[in-house]
């Protein structure tokens, strides 16, 4: 239900822009977040929005660099990345939840996409 793309290598400095296009019903995707993880870590938020309100959340590592935000449908959000760094590189994950918060953990969200990668060097 969930499927992420954007992924790719850049520079540091350059932006990528990840897509994640939802097909659930309307109420399951009422939180929509953005997931990152690299190996031997643990998953991370990275920027979240819930798609009544529009209220976001971002990590403080990205804040500033990063604008999570929805389409006029609200069935696609998108993490638009800027000023990139190589701490950046992650597999980056989509997911989406009906009761979530904006700030709540990786098991709170039941639906996910398959992840995208991206990577910065």
């Known amino acids: 239900q969930l499927v992420e793309s954007g992924g790719g290598s850049v520079q540091a400095g350059e932006s990528l822009r990840l897509s994640c296009a939802y097909s659930g019903d309307y109420y399951s995707r009422n939180c929509m977040k953005w997931f990152r993880q690299v190996p031997g870590k643990e998953r991370e938020g990275v920027a979240a929005?819930?798609?009544?309100?529009?209220?976001?959340y971002y990590n403080p590592a990205v804040r500033g660099r990063f604008t999570i935000s929805l389409d006029n449908a609200k069935t696609t959000v998108y993490l638009q990345m800027n000023s990139l760094k190589p701490e950046d590189t992650a597999m980056c994950y989509c997911a989406a939840d009906v009761l979530a918060g904006i700030q709540d953990p990786p098991s709170n969200f039941q639906f996910w996409g398959q992840g995208t990668q991206v990577t910065v060097s």
């Open positions: 929005i819930y798609s009544g309100t529009g209220q976001t």
